[in-house]
């Protein structure tokens, strides 16, 4: 029987990811002023080591207040880069994709970072936390719940200086070395914020319609096209739906997919929700790839990728074998289980070769001896 495509390669412009397994990207809460750390150097290339097509560095912010905690990776300075440019080197030697989303936390901003999550009700970081509590924006002066700050509507200025910087960070993230760029588009972060109906009440050019409330992500786009090389990959991560009434939908999802492959995005990696406290989300397996399959299916030549709870080796052969993704992000699965292409290819009986160092410990199939 012939390799399933989950373990065939995918091209990407002028690259190649060897499988279609994986690294969603992931905060880690371990950054010092944007840096990088040792952490990060071994977290990142750990799934390298373990066989992983494609890793995701985690949502890097575009500006020091685009971060989402005082805890998360920048890239708003060149000095950031050197930092980026040693996990991409080292992820490089295995043959994995290095891939980098950046972003900007809009009025979820200034948050206090996970690992303290549950020690207090509300999530908003002061100044003496290193938060930056008078400069969170957004599209509208309102919060997204009580647990967050007040943002401040942006003015004009702003706007234009948050889509610089993510054109500045997208030539950093160049010069760093990353083959795929994702821009964060989802989970109520400002280009998300932008988009939904439910967080933009801007009576400007950003606002009102579908038009104005695409416009700045598509300038984005566009600019960063500009900048980022014609043979590397663009991805646009999106929240596929708000999952609330009157929200962004999947058929707005449908629409802007259309524009941005013509603006040069090459994959949508469908996620959802994030937006509005008032979400009902059917949390079952697999239970956003019906827009990775949709977006696939209406916008031909736009390639699209599926995440959330994606974690057994048979649903994930099958999403791929079913054209319903042409590659799945895995989260969580990934944390518990850092070797999960392997125990994938070991559950499908397919024989893919381990690291040098580790192919003492290689499970055989029952097809190799
Ligand atoms: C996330 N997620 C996430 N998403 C994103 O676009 N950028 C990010 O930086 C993060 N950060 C993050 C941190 C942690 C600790 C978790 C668990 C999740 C969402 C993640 O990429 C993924 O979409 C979801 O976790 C659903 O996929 P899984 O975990 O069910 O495979």
Redesign the pocket.
């Given at each position: 029987s012939p390799l399933p495509k989950l373990f065939q390669p995918l091209k990407l412009r002028g690259f190649e990811a060897k499988n279609r397994i994986w690294v969603?990207?992931?905060?880690?809460y371990s950054a010092q002023d944007g840096f990088t750390t040792d952490f990060h150097l071994s977290h990142y290339s750990q799934f390298a080591i373990r066989g992983a097509g494609l890793v995701?560095v985690?949502?890097t912010g575009v500006l020091p207040e685009g971060r989402?905690s005082p805890n998360?990776l920048g890239i708003w300075q060149d000095e950031h880069v050197e930092g980026l440019s040693r996990i991409v080197n080292h992820m490089h030697k295995y043959g994995t994709l290095a891939g980098i989303?950046i972003?900007h936390g809009g009025r979820k901003g200034s948050t206090i970072p996970?690992q303290l999550y549950g020690t207090r009700s509300s999530l908003r970081a002061s100044k003496e936390e290193g938060g930056w509590p008078e400069n969170v924006y957004g599209p509208s002066a309102e919060a997204y719940d009580d647990a967050h700050y007040k943002p401040k509507e942006m003015t004009i200025e702003q706007i234009n200086k948050v889509r610089q910087a993510f054109v500045d960070a997208a030539i950093r993230a160049d010069k760093a070395g990353f083959d795929v760029l994702?821009i964060?588009s989802?989970?109520g972060y400002l280009l998300f914020e932008f988009l939904s109906p439910l967080s933009n009440h801007r009576t400007d050019e950003y606002g009102g319609s579908f038009e104005n409330r695409t416009r700045l992500l598509l300038e984005v786009v566009r600019g960063i096209r500009q900048v980022w090389p014609h043979s590397k990959p663009l991805f646009l991560?999106i929240s596929s739906t708000d999952w609330v009434e009157g929200g962004w939908t999947m058929d707005d999802t449908k629409v802007l997919s259309k524009i941005l492959l013509n603006a040069g995005v090459d994959l949508i990696?469908c996620?959802s929700a994030g937006n509005d406290p008032r979400q009902k989300i059917p949390l079952t397996p697999g239970y956003?790839v019906q827009f990775a399959q949709q977006v696939k299916q209406e916008v031909p030549g736009m390639l699209s990728g599926a995440?959330?709870?994606?974690?057994k080796g048979e649903q994930a052969r099958q999403i791929v074998e079913d054209d319903l993704a042409d590659a799945i992000?895995?989260?969580?699965?990934?944390?518990r289980n850092p070797s999960f292409v392997y125990s994938v290819a070991h559950e499908l009986g397919i024989n893919v070769k381990w690291n040098n160092q580790y192919e003492r410990g290689r499970l055989k199939t029952k097809y190799s001896f």
């Open positions: 969603s990207p992931m905060c880690m995701m985690e949502a989402i998360c989303q972003g996970l994702e964060h989802a989970h991560r990696d996620s956003q995440v959330g709870l994606i974690s992000f895995v989260g969580r699965e990934f944390l």
